[in-house]
């Protein structure tokens, strides 16, 4: 397996673009997750989805930010418009029922200009 | 509510000596106990988890965490670190992170 895919590695954008952050979990796993990491606040959860089904979004920035799942193999996280404070790592990863472990992307560096 | 509270934000340590990140979790429920390592500018290996079982629990690289209930806490040793250690390493409860602890090791 290839392991958790996300794209694009490194985004680099304006301030009020818009951003998508893509993401392809490990086959055969029901949990995916979307992760931010900043210097300032370390690693925060933003939502995670369990069988496509949104389950927690407390960790959502504010309304700029949305994620969907259209099927278990796609998961995009978008930013609209998008500000220099969004600037960080973002990671997507992903679980089966089977032993809770989480498996990590490579993330996506995002600046924000 | 659950959290992780990683006591250390750095731990400066020399090769060969033995290091100890420590490590409390709060939850009213089941618990579920990972290290997570971080290399710079790379995503996140897990180090080794706590499900239920034995509290020692070992992982790769030589390092091993012991699961205390009493206390709470899920600290991470190694006897003996080397430079290639050198990392930031992240306690989690589930899917919650700790503010994770950069373990910096001196020749």
């Known amino acids: 397996d290839a392991g958790v895919i996300q794209s694009p590695r490194h985004e680099v954008t304006e301030m009020g673009q818009e951003v998508t952050l893509r993401c392809k979990p490990i086959s055969g796993h029901d949990y995916l997750f979307w992760y931010r990491q900043t210097m300032m606040r370390g690693l925060e959860l933003l939502i995670y989805f369990n069988n496509n089904v949104p389950i927690d979004d407390s960790g959502m920035p504010e309304d700029r930010f949305s994620a969907k799942m259209p099927n278990a193999s796609f998961s995009t996280l978008k930013i609209q418009p998008s500000e220099p404070r969004d600037s960080a790592v973002y990671f997507c990863?992903?679980?089966?029922?089977?032993?809770?472990?989480?498996?990590f992307g490579p993330g996506t560096r995002l600046t924000v200009l | 509510a659950q959290s992780v509270t990683q006591l250390d934000s750095q731990v400066p340590v020399f090769e060969e000596a033995p290091v100890e990140l420590r490590c409390n979790y709060s939850s009213s429920v089941s618990v579920y106990l990972f290290w997570y390592v971080q290399y710079p500018n790379q995503g996140l290996q897990l180090l080794l988890k706590y499900l239920s079982g034995s509290t020692l629990v070992k992982g790769i690289n030589g390092f091993e965490a012991e699961f205390n209930k009493s206390q709470t806490s899920f600290h991470l040793r190694k006897p003996s670190v080397h430079i290639s250690d050198t990392a930031e390493y992240f306690c989690?409860?589930?899917?919650?992170f700790g503010s994770g602890t950069k373990l910096n090791v001196k020749p």
């Open positions: 989690v409860n589930k899917f919650y």
């Open positions: 990863a992903s679980r089966g029922q089977e032993n809770n472990e989480q498996f």
